[in-house]
């Protein structure tokens, strides 16, 4: 029988959370559907210092505390995607890649995603130069100079955060001044390797390989300049105009206006009984941390008064929902134990690890400690070490190119595809586990028409996956792309630690992540679905 929750929650930033929280806290059987990591746009921001309370903190910190205080109320975090709705009843519909799952009421908390401007070289140069995550991908630039372009908080925020790496950041801003808080707006002003021009536009972008130019217009004046970086360098470029609401799903369920935000009433309702919206879903004129709290709070507060009422219509008697103890506090500790347990008891197979060492790279030994650690915590995990030219049979299975690495064996001793150069440490953990997980079985379910385009994959096919373990985005192409190859015996995938294999980062020019490397010839940049990395491979 299926599972009928009081309340789904789609959408897992600091909106969706705080309503996981309270409606917790009111003891509803809530299940919060995340796409991504928890934390929404928060999760990339490198420093919080306006939020009341908490005088300093990262964004990905702070939203994994969010998620911990939801889980201790017990509230539920399923990943995937949602693929439609249906509110037309009292019984909500939530359809997923994965199922359908039914609430008495929905919170929407989708939020939205950065805008691209549009200027000539923006997309041919997304990756090699241009980016839209300062945390992911500032590092690669350090040294170097950096444009920012924007006037928001985001803008004026992450240009004073990317002068840690950068030789000298400057700030294209079309307004005459920032449009942020004064605070916020003067600690860029004042920071010494900052200059702000205003009044000015970026109109062009390129380059070979990587950015080599930008052309600039003053939109007052009409004077253009030109920025031409040194003799064989190239620079940054990071765009921070404002975000595209995601509520394409939603359409024709919800009232929706012209911009593609949901409106709500002050309690957060739409004009559907028992659906509401919260965070940057919403038209609002401030879309901040603590805007996106408030309006999850009204949301979750409303919601369950709303369901309350529905329970009663329907003769539903009120169940009391278990609280959860919170975790106590490696590679891994006595928390991300306890967080893997139930997934390893889970496993039905045995799998193998084959660790292919060298004994000229000093991540041979990190590696070799990580998984003797991670092999004690399921006895369906075994692991083997060899050193590079002691098992050429082994090498051989896994077309063995980049070392030190690891690759999956499954129960019948066959290679699954899936190797991971690097130790996944960060936010790639989730990526490693769900490959044991998929190897093992019972494995992610997919959907008839996602398993259809993997095995229509009928010719070798090698994705090399570079990513930074800092990178809030590489965990979902990398997890999409193991799981094509351990489905489809054809296609392999590869996690490469750009930061620990320098080569791999040089002779592709990556300046962003993750940046996917398809049969070691074509590259592609930024997070994209598996159906368009598998169409992009057949071209």
Request: negative net charge; proline residues 4%.
């Amino acid at each position: 029988m299926k599972e009928l929750y009081d309340l789904i929650i789609i959408g897992s930033g600091s909106a969706g959370m705080t309503a996981g929280i309270y409606a917790g806290r009111s003891k509803l059987n809530t299940l919060i559907i995340e796409r991504d990591l928890p934390g929404g746009q928060i999760k990339i921001t490198s420093e919080v210092e306006n939020y009341p309370g908490i005088l300093h903190t990262s964004g990905a910190e702070l939203s994994m505390t969010m998620k911990k205080q939801a889980e201790n109320f017990g509230v539920k975090f399923h990943t995937t995607v949602v693929e439609g709705v249906d509110f037309s009843k009292e019984i909500k519909k939530v359809k997923t890649v994965d199922g359908e799952y039914e609430a008495l009421a929905v919170i929407i908390a989708t939020g939205a995603v950065p805008r691209k401007i549009g200027f000539p070289g923006e997309e041919e140069f997304r990756g090699r130069g241009i980016g839209y995550c300062a945390t992911c991908d500032g590092e690669f630039f350090a040294g170097k100079d950096v444009f920012v372009i924007g006037a928001g908080f985001a803008a004026a925020e992450e240009s004073v955060f990317l002068t840690r790496y950068a030789k000298k950041v400057t700030v294209i801003a079309r307004e005459p001044e920032f449009t942020c808080s004064k605070s916020i707006a003067e600690k860029a002003l004042a920071h010494p390797k900052i200059e702000v021009k205003f009044n000015t536009e970026i109109i062009e972008a390129g380059g070979d390989k990587v950015l080599r130019y930008a052309k600039f217009v003053n939109n007052k004046t009409g004077e253009t300049w030109r920025y031409d970086a040194p003799d064989g360098d190239t620079f940054g470029i990071f765009v921070f105009a404002g975000y595209v609401p995601q509520s394409a799903e939603y359409s024709g369920q919800v009232r929706i206006d012209e911009y593609g935000y949901i409106p709500t009433d002050e309690n957060m309702r739409t004009n559907i009984d028992g659906v509401y919206a919260a965070g940057d879903i919403r038209p609002k004129l401030l879309r901040q941390l603590v805007t996106a709290v408030s309006d999850g709070a009204i949301a979750a507060t409303n919601a369950e008064k709303y369901i309350a009422k529905v329970k009663e219509k329907l003769g539903i008697k009120k169940e009391e929902t278990e609280t959860y103890s919170a975790y106590t506090e490696s590679f891994f500790d006595d928390e991300m134990r306890a967080q893997l347990s139930p997934v390893l008891e889970k496993l039905e197979n045995q799998v193998e690890i084959v660790a292919i060492l060298d004994r000229s790279n000093p991540l041979s030994e990190e590696m070799k400690a990580f998984l003797n650690e991670f092999s004690s915590l399921s006895n369906k995990i075994t692991t083997s070490f060899f050193q590079k030219g002691e098992n050429i049979q082994k090498e051989k299975e896994m077309n063995l190119g980049i070392s030190p690495t690891m690759g999956i064996f499954t129960s019948n001793g066959k290679y699954s595809g899936v190797q991971f150069h690097g130790v996944p440490g960060g936010h790639e953990i989730n990526s490693f586990i769900l490959a044991i997980y998929n190897a093992a079985g019972p494995g992610q379910k997919i959907n008839n028409e996602t398993l259809e385009k993997i095995l229509s994959v009928k010719q070798k096919t090698n994705f090399k996956i570079g990513v930074s373990l800092s990178c809030t985005l590489c965990p979902d192409v990398v997890s999409a792309l193991q799981l094509a190859a351990i489905k489809n015996p054809l296609i392999e995938a590869e996690m490469i630690d750009v930061n620990k294999f320098p080569e791999f980062k040089n002779k592709y020019s990556i300046l962003s992540v993750p940046a996917v490397v398809i049969n070691d010839e074509k590259i592609f940049f930024g997070k994209r679905s598996l159906e368009e990395l598998l169409t992009l491979s057949e071209k």
